[in-house]
C-alpha cells in the first residue's frame, strides 16, 4: 500500500522485510566463507571495478531491470606505472520491452554489447567480443515489487595476434643477439581465431520500500558464460577450451533517510578452478531530488570502497544528474603483482545515460539504485 512504511532506528523498511535482508547478508557470509582458501588467483576473464556500469557484461539478466533506454561505456587501464598497460573498454545498450496497459508492463529488455581487450607492447594481442542479449520479467507481485528476470545471451569473440615488432627464440643468434632477419617459423600460429560463444542469467529482485521511490531494496544474480565452452585456441592441431565463468552478484539498497542510501553489495567469480570475491559497498547522497513541472531534478553523489580479496583495494566516486551518471574508480594492488612506482594498480572511467521515458510511461516501477 502506497505510504506504508515505518522505521527502525533511521532506516526505513516496508512491514516484513527483515527475513529478507537476513537471508542475503546470510548469503553474502557463506560465499565469503566458501571462497575465502582460494581467492589468492583472479580469474580469467578481465574485470571492470565498477561493474554495475557494463551491465551486459556482468549478468545478460540485467537486460531487463531497469525500464529506460541505457546506454553504458568503460574504460580501464591496469598497471599503469608498466610500460605497456593491459587495456579495456566496453560498450552497453539496452532497449526495454513495453507492454500496453496502465499496470505493470515493463516486460523484459533486448541488449547489444561489445568489448575489447589490449595487452602488449604496441597493442600487437587484442580480444574483441559482441553480444546480444534477450531477458523476460517474471513478476511475483502485481505490483510489480518483486520479480525474477531471465535471459540469453550469445556472440563472437575474436582473438587476434599482431606479429609486427615482435622478436622470437628462434630469431636469436649467438654471435648477434636477435636478428630480425631470420625467419622466426611460426606457420603453426595463426594471427586470428573467432568463435561463438552463449551465456546466460538470471536476476531476482525485491522492493522492502513499498511504492516510495527512495525506498529499499534487495537483489541477487547469477550467470553462466561460456557455456559451449569454444575453442578459442591461436595453435594449428592444439584445441584450448575457453572456460565457462559463473558469477553471483548481491547486494541491498537501505535508505538510512531521504537523502542517505547505503548499499553493500559481492560479487563472486569462479572459472577453471580459480575464485574471485569482491565486496564493498556503496554510500548514495543526494544533494538535490525534486519534482517540478519541467520535471524530476536528481543531483546524487556515490562514493564507494572495495577490497577484492587477495589482490587490490578499490576507491570509487561518481555523480549522478538526472539521466547522466559518471565514474572514476582506482584499484591499488596489494599482491605480489604490487608495482613499487606511483601509478601502479588501475584506474576506470564510466559513462551512464539514461533516457526519459515517455510521459505516459513515467509512472513509478520498482528498479534498484545502483549506477556504477
Known amino acids: 500500500?502506497?505510504?506504508?512504511?515505518?522505521?527502525?532506528?533511521?532506516?526505513?523498511?516496508?512491514?516484513?522485510?527483515?527475513?529478507?535482508?537476513?537471508?542475503?547478508?546470510?548469503?553474502?557470509?557463506?560465499?565469503?566463507?566458501?571462497?575465502?582458501?582460494?581467492?589468492?588467483?583472479?580469474?580469467?576473464?578481465?574485470?571492470?571495478?565498477?561493474?554495475?556500469?557494463?551491465?551486459?557484461?556482468?549478468n545478460p539478466a540485467l537486460a531487463g531491470i531497469d525500464p529506460r533506454i541505457t546506454v553504458g561505456l568503460n574504460y580501464r587501464s591496469q598497471l599503469k606505472s608498466d610500460l605497456y598497460p593491459n587495456q579495456s573498454s566496453q560498450f552497453s545498450f539496452i532497449l526495454p520491452i513495453?507492454?500496453?496497459?496502465?499496470?505493470?508492463?515493463?516486460?523484459?529488455?533486448?541488449?547489444?554489447?561489445?568489448?575489447?581487450?589490449?595487452?602488449?607492447?604496441?597493442?600487437?594481442?587484442?580480444?574483441?567480443g559482441i553480444n546480444l542479449a534477450g531477458a523476460y520479467n517474471l513478476y511475483l507481485k502485481q505490483d510489480g515489487s518483486q520479480k525474477f528476470t531471465f535471459a540469453i545471451q550469445g556472440g563472437f569473440i575474436n582473438k587476434q595476434i599482431d606479429f609486427t615488432n615482435l622478436t622470437w627464440g628462434s630469431q636469436?643468434?649467438?654471435?648477434?643477439?636477435?636478428?630480425?632477419?631470420?625467419?622466426?617459423?611460426?606457420?603453426?600460429?595463426?594471427?586470428?581465431?573467432?568463435?561463438?560463444?552463449?551465456?546466460?542469467?538470471?536476476?531476482?529482485?525485491?522492493?522492502?520500500?513499498?511504492?516510495?521511490?527512495?525506498?529499499?531494496?534487495?537483489?541477487?544474480?547469477?550467470?553462466?558464460?561460456?557455456?559451449?565452452?569454444?575453442?578459442?585456441?591461436?595453435?594449428?592441431?592444439?584445441?584450448l577450451k575457453l572456460p565457462r565463468l559463473f558469477k553471483v552478484n548481491a547486494g541491498v539498497d537501505l535508505s538510512i533517510n531521504e537523502k542517505i542510501t547505503f548499499s553493500p553489495n559481492v560479487l563472486l567469480k569462479y572459472q577453471n578452478g580459480v575464485f574471485q570475491l569482491n565486496g564493498g559497498t556503496y554510500l548514495y547522497y543526494d544533494l538535490a531530488n525534486t519534482e517540478s513541472d519541467a520535471g524530476p531534478n536528481l543531483t546524487r553523489l556515490v562514493l564507494g570502497a572495495w577490497y577484492r580479496y587477495g589482490d587490490s583495494f578499490i576507491v570509487a566516486?561518481?555523480?549522478?544528474?538526472?539521466?547522466?551518471?559518471?565514474?572514476?574508480?582506482?584499484?591499488?594492488?596489494?599482491?605480489?603483482?604490487?608495482h613499487p612506482d606511483i601509478g601502479s594498480g588501475a584506474y576506470e572511467v564510466s559513462f551512464t545515460y539514461r533516457f526519459k521515458r515517455k510521459e505516459k510511461e513515467a509512472t513509478y516501477e520498482h528498479k534498484p539504485r545502483f549506477t556504477i
Not at 542475503?24 to 576473464?45: E, H, M, R
Open 172 to 239: 636469436f643468434d649467438p654471435f648477434v643477439g636477435f636478428d630480425t632477419s631470420i625467419d622466426p617459423s611460426i606457420n603453426f600460429l595463426n594471427e586470428s581465431t573467432l568463435y561463438p560463444v552463449f551465456n546466460a542469467g538470471l536476476m531476482w529482485y525485491t522492493s522492502l520500500g513499498g511504492e516510495e521511490a527512495n525506498g529499499s531494496s534487495a537483489y541477487f544474480g547469477l550467470s553462466a558464460g561460456n557455456i559451449n565452452e569454444p575453442d578459442e585456441s591461436l595453435l594449428d592441431g592444439e584445441p
Open 317 to 338: 566516486t561518481g555523480i549522478n544528474k538526472n539521466q547522466f551518471t559518471v565514474g572514476f574508480s582506482y584499484d591499488m594492488r596489494i599482491s605480489s603483482l604490487r
Open 98 to 128: 513495453m507492454g500496453k496497459g496502465n499496470g505493470v508492463n515493463h516486460k523484459g529488455g533486448l541488449g547489444l554489447s561489445a568489448y575489447n581487450e589490449i595487452a602488449g607492447q604496441n597493442s600487437n594481442f587484442k580480444v574483441i
Open 1 to 58: 500500500m502506497k505510504g506504508r512504511k515505518r522505521y527502525i532506528g533511521k532506516i526505513t523498511i516496508a512491514d516484513n522485510p527483515t527475513s529478507a535482508i537476513l537471508l542475503l547478508f546470510k548469503l553474502l557470509l557463506v560465499l565469503s566463507i566458501t571462497t575465502t582458501p582460494t581467492a589468492n588467483v583472479v580469474a580469467q576473464d578481465a574485470n571492470f571495478s565498477q561493474y554495475y556500469a557494463a551491465p551486459l557484461y556482468l
